[in-house]
């Protein structure tokens, strides 16, 4: 096999680049309207559109939206999409999920925000309490926030200012965690724009799944706390080794640190989150995205212990801004779109079918894969999947980076989005929803068959 074939995931590079021609050019026809509005935004919004990250999609240009119901969205053009992308998870409960929609409409009319709470509120506090397990909460507009503010209270909490994060990873714009480990040195993220700073005094990074280093990282007495995701979701997904999280929590509170749980996309795992489904303790938690059905909100929760030493460093603080919070923080739409998505739409049931149509998912993608022979491996958080252009599951953030292809994914995203199907453009992840049907997950395989059959013709 040639070195420009072992570059590609096993595929010839010829043939990748006249296909991945083919499809721009079938892209680029199908979606007169899209391109005409990409044209226009232009002329107005840096790198021509709202957000630079919508950018990031394989296509010439983006893909502008008409609509979007349960997991089907339909662009400007009329093609109708089935979604596995849902949001990159923002809508992993379905969009426009009926509940939502009706709880939004009618608080609506009673107002968005008056920096007050609501009865919303008060049921909000006691559910979070019983599903995930930590007594104590509070509001944001996004995991970034949360990740961020919950930063500043555990810092004051301790008195410690060290933080440990695992290489790869990303808990939103949050600058502290952007260091990586660059020829095992840490090392600032050269993608991170105007940071002045230099991060890595007071970040640590280390890689998943390895406790020796964790310890080593720990042992200067001086870590605040370690934040992590329970299972590595944006590097590409990388589960934890078997007995990985009961080793480093003993470990972490050897040394008096904190464990803050990122749950925003392992929330895919149950009801009560990767956590709860696997016995974890964190003395803090975090769920954005997916928690207000679409609605932009998010929560953090504390443990009994740190929410009395966060608030007696609140009481002991001069008086005056305290970083933390945002006028429209726990607004009372969002506050309602909680209340509905917790209520009415992310229950046991839901996660059930999503688990299903994530195992599905998965051991279809995984029996395309061995029909042509590729030397790619697929894995499974509940109702979230993705496959990886190697034979086995990667353990840490350098090893699944060593497995990108951005080139090949792109390709993939845009041939699956041609036929019909939407998975998400940063690496290879398909989420299920609870309104994914059987026949939404055979169109996709079907639909990654036939892609797959093309580039392997």
């Known amino acids: 096999m040639s070195q420009a074939t072992l570059a590609n995931g096993g595929l010839d590079a010829t043939r ?20 005409a509005l990409a044209e226009r935004s232009a002329r107005h919004w840096l790198m021509g559109s709202p957000l630079h990250w919508m950018n990031d999609w394989s296509t010439p240009f983006a893909v502008h939206v008409a609509q979007a119901s349960g997991c089907h969205v339909t662009d400007v053009d009329g093609h109708e999409r089935i979604d596995f992308c849902l949001g990159d998870t923002g809508a992993m409960f379905g969009h426009a999920s009926p509940p939502v929609v009706e709880a939004v409409r009618a608080q609506m009319a009673r107002g968005c925000t008056t920096m007050l709470p609501t009865a919303d509120a008060a049921w909000v506090g006691e559910e979070l309490a019983r599903r995930f397990g930590l007594p104590f909460w509070q509001s944001a507009m996004t995991a970034s926030d949360a990740n961020r503010f919950l930063l500043r209270w555990v810092r004051a909490a301790t008195g410690r200012t060290r933080l440990v994060v695992f290489n790869g990873c990303y808990h939103g714009t949050v600058d502290d965690v952007f260091v990586d480990l660059v020829d095992g040195r840490p090392r600032m993220r050269d993608s991170l724009l105007g940071q002045v700073q230099d991060l890595t005094r007071h970040t640590i990074v280390v890689e998943f799944n390895d406790l020796r280093a964790l310890e080593a990282a720990l042992a200067g007495g001086d870590v605040a706390c370690v934040l992590a995701e329970p299972a590595m979701t944006n590097i590409g997904m ?10 480093a929590q003993a470990l972490i509170r050897a040394h008096g640190a904190l464990l803050i749980l990122d749950e925003t996309h392992t929330l895919s795992s149950g009801p009560g989150g990767y956590a709860r489904v696997h016995g974890l303790a964190p003395d803090a938690l975090v769920l954005g995205k997916p928690i207000g ?3 932009p909100c998010a929560v953090y929760g504390f443990s009994a212990e740190l929410a009395a030493r966060a608030a007696a460093a609140k009481r002991a603080a001069p008086p005056g801004h305290s970083g933390v919070g945002t006028t429209l923080t726990a607004n009372m739409l969002a506050m309602a779109a909680l209340r509905a998505t917790l209520e009415e739409v992310a229950t046991p049931a839901a996660h059930e079918h999503m688990t299903a149509c994530g195992t599905r998912v998965a051991e279809g993608l995984r029996a395309a894969i061995a029909r042509r022979d590729l030397a790619w491996c697929v894995t499974q958080l509940g109702a979230r999947c993705e496959f990886q252009f190697g034979r086995h599951a990667p353990r840490n953030g350098s090893e699944a980076g060593a497995l990108a292809n951005p080139a090949l994914e792109h390709l993939l995203h845009l041939a699956l989005l041609n036929r019909g199907v939407m998975i998400t453009p940063f690496h290879n992840m398909l989420l299920a929803s609870p309104v994914t049907s059987d026949d939404d997950v055979a169109r996709l395989l079907t639909a ?7 580039l392997c013709a």
């Open 238 to 247: 990388v589960l934890p080794d078997p007995g990985f999280w009961a080793q």
């Open 293 to 295: 059905g679409g609605v």
């Open 448 to 454: 990654f068959d036939d892609v797959l059959a093309e």
């Open 16 to 35: 990748l680049a006249r296909f991945a021609a083919a499809e721009r050019e079938r892209f680029v026809a199908a979606n007169p309207r899209s391109r």
